[in-house]
């Protein structure tokens, strides 16, 4: 059991650094893409006010989601190698 | 002279690296089993070769009982596999049925006159000056001794996205170099430059003047 603890564990810790850098990653693009979307635009709003409501869109979209596969994928390949290994 | 330490090191990193791929991905190999037997390990300065106890036993003992595949490849030599659990740890095969295997291995034992060949999975390698032992993963049976291996498509799959991974990080490093530290080092070696200028001007004033 100590083994399994330990490979959950570190496989959380690793995969976390990596939701949290992709996170931030995918938030700064959408950011980049809006403020060029408000540069072309007509330019209704002031700017902080365009962006807030764009990341707003943005967090409930369904890409933000998706980011979490960043967890589902590993259990799921891990899942396939014990089943391919043991029982095939 | 730099340029040489540089070398040696990016050779030696990369042959490392290829040799921690070589030991880990799975290869296979068509055999033909002649025995299988167990044997108690004593684990010394070769215990990095050598994988967990059996899931879920006390994994904390020095010693243990480790299965064993004697074989004979199709090329004429010996092999002999260890079959041992690789559980949750190190490399990542999550092989929990090493007594399953044990009992395939056995049942598909055959004698030289009345041989049967099969297809065994394994990862790691043989050295008898440290008495290591490749780990076999799975056996199966096959039509003869000229049976495909197959095309290693997990292998080629991890080494394409490690050398992709590789790859991306070092263009980002190279264009990070030549935009910020390159410029930055420019400038320090002409401070340098200037200054060795001034001192080597200030030293001349004590020089005679002719």
């Known amino acids: 059991m100590f083994a399994l603890a330990r490979l959950m564990v570190v496989g959380f810790v690793v995969l976390t650094v990596i939701y949290v850098c992709l996170s ?15 540069h072309e635009g007509p330019q209704e709003q002031t700017l902080d006010a365009f962006l807030d409501e764009g990341l707003e869109d943005y967090d409930k979209s369904l890409r933000r989601k998706l980011i979490l596969s960043v967890y589902v994928i590993p259990v799921i390949l891990v899942s396939v190698v014990i089943y391919l290994t043991n029982f095939s | 002279m730099f340029g040489f330490i540089r070398w040696t090191f990016w050779i030696t990193i990369w042959v490392l690296i290829a040799g921690v791929f070589h030991y880990t991905l799975p290869q296979v190999d068509i055999v033909r089993i002649t025995d299988t037997y167990e044997k108690r390990q004593d684990f010394g300065e070769n215990s990095l ?4 106890a059996d899931t879920g036993t006390d ?7 480790v299965f064993f595949i004697q074989t ?11 079959n041992e659990d690789t559980g949750w740890g190190w490399p990542p095969y999550f092989k929990f049925d090493t007594s399953n295997l044990q009992a395939e291995a056995g049942d598909l034992k055959s004698a030289e006159d009345d041989a049967r060949y099969v297809a065994i999975k394994h990862y790691g390698w043989r050295n008898e000056f440290l008495t290591i032992f490749p780990n076999a993963i799975s056996v199966r049976a096959v039509d003869g001794p000229d049976a495909s291996k197959g095309i290693a498509w997990v292998n080629i799959f991890i080494i394409t996205i490690f050398l992709t991974v590789v790859y991306g990080i070092w263009v980002r490093w190279r264009r990070f170099r030549i935009a910020r530290i390159d410029p930055t080092m420019e400038a320090i070696e002409d401070d340098l430059a200037e200054a060795s200028g001034a001192v080597s001007s200030w030293f001349g004033t004590w020089r005679k003047k002719n």
């Open chain 1, 24 to 38: 931030l990653y995918s938030r700064a693009v959408r950011k980049g893409k809006l403020r060029a979307q408000w």
């Open chain 2, 49 to 52: 070769f050598w994988a967990q």
């Open chain 2, 59 to 65: 994994g904390t003992l020095t010693n243990r009982d």
């Open chain 2, 72 to 82: 004979r490849r199709v090329k004429g030599d010996v092999m002999v596999y260890r």
